[in-house]
């Protein structure tokens, strides 16, 4: 070891190689590649497509809880998918979104952030729109990490640099554009992560910053619509809606603490701490459990709590504690939720809570910190080496019914979209389309 020290250091140096973290804290060495770009999309099978609506339309799925829409389709989960194409991608952790025969991402190419749309039917682009920005850091790498909005033919994109982009979603077309961050704005350490949620006629996007961390566009006209009293630094969870009470209400969080927002006018209607050791960051999506219940997870220690909603006396809400659970401690992945029972990520282990009082089930393989959404009563969890696996959301046991490489082993921090049976993933390396309702 202390021979390859000296190599590895002379290595790092030339810039042959380069040091990739994968969310251990232990870093990865690895070769450096060229641009993916150069290489030419393969097509392997090119069977008629199947209707994929409602689709995968933004990050985490349609109701961004990680459940899949019904299928269309039974999928066979028992083993190896047909795999319908494959195709070079460039870096970064945005996630894959589809509907009807598109594909849309975002990548980097060189120093211009890209939101694509490639075909369904064999991974051709479709065409592309760019933005000359960069952003990478030493420990999460080069490339945008927030993931598209697809709504009534529209996509909305954030980029690193702040630019929020309206798209017409069948031709690429540029319909309007804002910044969210303006010049001299401290920009968030690990990079602008939110992916815009549409509510209504608003795009809601959450960048931080001390004069207001949630901001509301008009979705026709990129006008501003208002920006949120609640303030602060330190924000990567993408805004969601959760039904508090019979409300809904807009869920976000900044460094130390969470809020609840009125979606239609930012007003904050609760604010509580939210505590976490090292770092305050909070990753994980909040996960709705009842109508006056929910959870948040976070890593670093943390671990998980069941929050309890209620009518407050002098405020909309109050927020109690009901279980906490050093079992399930979600870092990068958000958990799902089924039949009241909890299903995630204790660190990289797979792990089942029940979601009543927090007590665990069981606790299944390390898959790495990866993604994992449902699909019926299947979890479909994409590892962060690119190793998928299917088990059963049965909380009496772990039963793992598939595992497999389904992408080139490079970190892979991109949710996966699944609709109509199709699969499509992707890390910094490729793009592929997995059939799941064939085999080989």
């Not at 209504?200 to 208002?226: M, Q």
């Amino acid at each position: 070891m202390r021979r390859l020290a000296p190599l590895a250091s002379l290595a790092l140096l030339s810039g042959c190689v380069s040091m990739e973290w994968r969310g251990s804290m232990i870093p990865h060495l690895e070769i450096e590649r060229d641009n993916a770009w150069e290489t030419k999309p393969v097509a392997f099978n090119r069977v008629a497509l199947r209707p994929t609506k409602p689709g995968w339309t933004q990050f985490r799925g349609p109701a961004r809880d990680g459940v899949a829409p019904p299928q269309g389709v039974e999928p066979d989960w028992s083993g190896a998918p047909l795999v319908r194409w494959r195709v070079p991608a460039g870096q970064g952790h945005s996630s894959v979104i589809l509907s009807d025969q598109s594909v849309f991402t975002m990548e980097q190419d060189g120093e211009e952030e890209l939101v694509t749309a490639r075909s369904l039917d064999d991974g051709e682009i479709l065409w592309k729109h760019g933005v000359r920005t960069r952003w990478g850091d030493f420990m999460s790498g080069v490339g945008p990490r927030s993931t598209p909005t697809l709504h009534e033919g529209r996509l909305y994109a954030l980029f690193s640099n702040g630019s929020l982009v309206c798209l017409n979603a069948a031709s690429g077309k540029l319909l309007w554009k804002t910044r969210v961050i303006q010049d001299g704005h401290e920009f968030p350490e690990w990079g602008l992560s939110c992916s815009p949620l549409v509510w209504k006629d608003l795009v809601i996007v959450t960048p931080g910053g001390e004069k207001g961390a949630a901001r509301a566009y008009h979705s026709g006209s990129g006008k501003r619509a208002w920006v949120s009293e609640f303030n602060g630094e330190g924000v990567y969870l993408s805004p969601c809606i959760l039904n508090l009470l019979g409300r809904e209400q807009l869920v976000t969080a900044v460094s130390g603490r969470i809020a609840f927002l009125e979606p239609r006018s930012g007003k904050t209607d609760w604010e509580g701490p939210w505590k976490i050791f090292l770092n305050d960051v909070q990753i994980a999506q909040p996960l709705a459990l009842s109508g006056n219940a929910f959870l948040l997870s976070a890593g670093y220690g943390k671990g998980s709590e069941g929050l309890f909603v209620s009518a407050g006396e002098e405020e909309p809400y109050q927020v109690r504690t009901a279980w906490r659970s050093k079992d399930l401690k979600c870092k990068f992945s958000s958990p799902v939720f089924k039949d009241g029972f909890v299903y995630g990520f204790n660190e990289n282990s797979l792990t089942c809570l029940d979601a009543s009082d927090g007590k665990l089930k069981w606790r299944g393989r390390k898959y790495g910190y990866g993604r994992v959404l449902l699909a019926g009563d299947k979890l479909v969890i994409l590892g962060n080496t690119g190793i998928l696996s299917v088990v059963e959301a049965n909380p009496e046991k772990f039963e793992e019914r598939y595992s497999g490489q389904l992408l080139s082993d490079d970190r892979c921090w991109n949710g996966p979209a699944l609709a109509g049976g199709y699969l499509v993933a992707r890390n910094g390396l490729e793009i592929a389309c997995f059939d799941w309702a064939q085999k080989q």
